[in-house]
Every structure is written in C-alpha cells, then in structure tokens.
Nanobody, 124 residues
Framework: QVQLVESGGGLVQPGGSLRLSCAAT????????MGWYRQAPGKQRELVAD???????NYADSVKGRFTISRDNAKNTVYLQMNDLKAEDTAVFYC??????????????????WGQGTQVTVSS
C-alpha cells in the first residue's frame, strides 16, 4: 500500500502565498505522475497541476503564472507553491499519485492513490 500525507493548507489573505507538500510512503518502486486537484463547495474536483517523474508539468489555465509544482523523486514528495492567491482558489486540495508501483508482500502492484485533502481558504 501507498499512503499520501499532505501538509501546508490554511487560511491566507488574498494576494498571499502558501506551499503544499505531499509525501508518498510505502515500499514504492516508482510513481508516474504526482499532482494536485481541488474541489470547491458545489463543484467537481479539478486538476490544478501535475508533474511526471521526468519533470513534465501541466497546469490548469486558472493557475498558470501563479502556482508552481515541483517534485523530489528521491523522497517521493510533490510540492505546490501557490502565490497571488485569490478567493476563488478556496477549496480542499487533494494530492494524487498516478500509477504508483509498489511492493506488498511478494507481489508488485500499480494503482492510483489520493490523499485525505487539505483545506485552503483565501479570505480577508
């Protein structure tokens, strides 16, 4: 099994910054992509940004130029630096591990995993 442990959410004023972290733990062989999704009240979960093990990044148009995703493959950790936060960024942010390959017992498995979510609130 793989566990994703998120940290860094909180309350921030408009224009402020936050940095989210997500560490994947377990007997991990590799993770194809790690990313962040968010879900605001009454809305569907949407991709914010993701990054492959090779460093290819992908961003939602609404966060381009404000958010930066990075990854430490040796630590199986992904970060999301969020600058110039706006009220519309308020949501629960979820970490995702896409195609995480891991050992369990004598077996080797690949599946997707989600973190438990961390609240980001942008308000004055």
């Amino acid at each position: 099994q793989v566990q994703l442990v998120e940290s860094g959410g909180g309350l921030v004023q408009p224009g402020g910054s936050l940095r989210l972290s997500c560490a994947a733990t377990g007997r991990i062989v590799s993770i194809y992509a790690m990313g962040w999704y968010r879900q605001a009240p009454g809305k569907q979960r949407e991709l914010v940004a993701d990054i492959t093990s090779g460093g290819t990044t992908n961003y939602a148009d609404s966060v381009k130029g404000r958010f930066t995703i990075s990854r430490d493959n040796a630590k199986n950790t992904v970060y999301l630096q969020m600058n110039d936060l706006k009220a519309e960024d308020t949501a629960v942010f979820y970490c995702n591990a896409d195609r995480a390959t891991y050992y369990q017992g004598i077996g080797r498995y690949t599946r997707n995993y989600w973190g438990q979510g961390t609240q980001v609130t942008v308000s004055s």
